[in-house]
Nanobody, 117 residues
Framework: QVQLVESGGGLVQPGGPLRLSCAASGSIFIISDMGWYRQAPGKQRELVASITSGGSANYADSVKGRFTISRDNAKNTVYLQMNSLKPEDTAVYYC???????????WGKGTLVTVSS
């Protein structure tokens, strides 16, 4: 019943901004911690940013000061505002929902962000 759909990926020049969105269906969004992960070819998937159900945010050191995660509970949507993008930010970005239930986490299919001139 739960689906996560990412949008907003694409090609952007170094230094530019991009905003990713993740729309969640189902009844678990309000009680879920949400996160954005990314994976580049040949690398492990890494946590980029997370936000708890209470609104507390955390960031990877590599994006701190450049990225902002937020959520709109009325819209069942989590966002990742990315500024000052670098080529090393190029990756597939995945949305994650952790409802802290035995059924486990939910994942979106990912959206590709390419930072290149």
């Amino acid at each position: 019943q739960v689906q996560l759909v990412e949008s907003g990926g694409g090609l952007v020049q170094p230094g530019g901004p991009l905003r990713l969105s993740c729309a969640a269906s189902g009844s678990i969004f309000i009680i879920s911690d949400m996160g954005w992960y990314r994976q580049a070819p040949g690398k492990q998937r890494e946590l980029v940013a997370s936000i708890t159900s209470g609104g507390s945010a955390n960031y990877a050191d590599s994006v701190k000061g450049r990225f902002t995660i937020s959520r709109d509970n009325a819209k069942n949507t989590v966002y990742l505002q990315m500024n000052s993008l670098k080529p090393e930010d190029t990756a597939v970005y995945y949305c994650n929902a952790d409802p802290k239930r035995p059924a486990g986490d939910y994942w979106g299919k990912g959206t590709l962000v390419t930072v290149s001139s």
